[in-house]
């Protein structure tokens, strides 16, 4: 019991650590509309892979954006959400080349302390 008791405390810290914080979501995302588009990606083992990805129509400090909220089976609701800038993890190694190009990954923050990202497919004024 007492070993038990020790990794239960020993895991805490890890836990509390996990858990995203309200004040790091400081800017506002207005959801205008959500949509799922079919679509099918790279070739895997022959074979496209088809699915439906969820698609938002945002306005984020007065700008209009498109986001790509990956493989998904439903939608989001319109709405208000609570986000974040996320910094650059892609991996293959393609820099925009100038200040004319961009490319920018938000996380939402939901009212149950979820998250999730979405990447900006497309920008309009």
Not at 11 to 28: G, V
Request: with cysteine.
């Amino acid at each position: 019991m007492k070993k038990i008791l020790f990794v239960i405390l020993l895991l805490m810290p890890l836990t509390a650590w996990a858990k995203p914080k309200p004040a790091d979501y400081t800017i506002t995302v207005h959801v205008q509309s959500s949509h799922m588009n079919y679509e099918c990606d790279t070739l895997v083992f022959g074979h496209p892979d088809c699915g439906k990805r969820q698609h938002l129509n945002v306005i984020i400090d007065g700008k209009k954006y498109e986001l790509d909220g990956g493989q998904r089976d439903y939608l989001l609701h319109v709405g208000d959400y609570k986000a974040k800038v996320l910094t650059d993890d892609s991996t293959d190694n393609i820099a925009p080349e100038g200040d004319y190009e961009y490319r920018l990954k938000y996380e939402f923050l939901f009212p149950n302390g979820k998250t999730r990202k979405y990447l900006v497919v497309g920008e309009s004024e």
